[in-house]
């Protein structure tokens, strides 16, 4: 068995430890890349979202490596997310790459199914013990990485390249390391490195300048949310841009909430979204619909100054959540955009829509009101 996995963010991680740990053969797919999507896009149904084409494009590539089994999680609900491992099967095998899918359902209100394809793919001889202090140590990992992720959001204002070479180099580190210690001594490293770099700067003309930065909530569809080439690099941009991001959903949070049920605490808690969305979106609608809306409340809530919407072109869920959050935004008269994605958005057309929201969210800052109006916003989302 060569076992394979999606390439969202900084999964990878996280399954590359889980499975390793316990003697399987990985082969980690290559990072999103246009000729991933090329690839994806050639075998998937037009209407299919931008992650369904991602993740044909992952296997592709990691079949090029000898992969031949792929786990992934399943979902339930209208998303079609929870279709999408019996699909990517078929569209597989009919292009030629037969793979063996092993799909890891959230419980319902069970660990058993769960126990059972975890089982498969570990194999009889590996003891639950095992299984379980691994799935525990590369749970770590992703709180971590959570943790690091959330250090580079704030140092991006003021820090420019130099905060993307620390988190390539955090990432790294993390990936390589192996024990309890050595997670926190990346967290640690990082934070001195941080704050090593924002005391050489503190002094300069370019760091007088930025003064308090911007902040913008990140909300919206999981996959696109937390990979940064679905997202066209929306963090890093804003980053530059000398904004500090925030987003709804962190990794470990999701994992904690959807997986592990409740049982294990994520960086994130995402358990006050659903009650902060009642009143604008009271039901479960697929997908994170529900928590785009609540997060975009307690962004409003918190002061931020403005909140971003990222999803895929077709998207239901979020489609729902789109018409719901204007309320949002005049209830708390907070700017709210939103951002589709597919495989011919460009990397510079999302990079003029950023600034200008940034533009408007500087101006309405300098006359200390939040005078953008509706009509301004629509505009700027392409309503």
Known sequence: MKLTFPHMGNLWIMAQTLFESVNIDVVVPPENSKRTITLGTKFSPESACLPLKLNLGNFIEAAEKGADTIAMTGGIGPCRFGYYGEVERQILKDAGYPYDVVILEPPDGSFLGLAQHIRYLVGKKVSWVKILQTMRFAYQKIIALDQIEDLIHAARPRLAQEAEKLYDEAKRRMAQTMSYTGVQEVVCWLKESIRERQFSHQNTDRDESI???????????????????????????????????????????????????????????????????????????????????????????????????????????????????????????????????????????????????????????INKSRNITCEEVKNLAGK
């Open 211 to 365: 003064g308090e930065p911007l902040r913008i909530g990140i909300v919206g569809e999981i996959y696109t949310v937390l990979d940064p080439f679905s997202s066209a690099d929306v963090e890093p941009q804003l980053g530059q841009l000398g904004v500090h991001v925030d987003r709804s959903i962190y990794l470990s949070g999701w994992l904690g909430e959807n997986v592990f049920r409740g049982l294990i605490d994520g960086y994130r808690s995402m358990n006050s979204y659903h009650k902060l969305a009642t009143p604008y979106l009271a039901h479960f609608v697929g997908g994170h619909g529900q928590e785009s809306v609540g997060a975009a409340v307690k962004f409003a809530q918190e002061g931020f100054d403005g909140v971003i919407q990222l999803f895929p072109l077709t998207c239901m869920p979020e489609i729902v959540a789109a018409e719901v959050l204007p309320r949002v935004q005049n209830d708390y008269q907070i700017p709210i955009m939103k951002l589709i994605m597919d495989e011919h958005t460009g990397h510079t057309g999302v990079q003029t829509r950023l600034e200008a929201f940034v533009d408007l969210l500087e101006r309405s800052r």
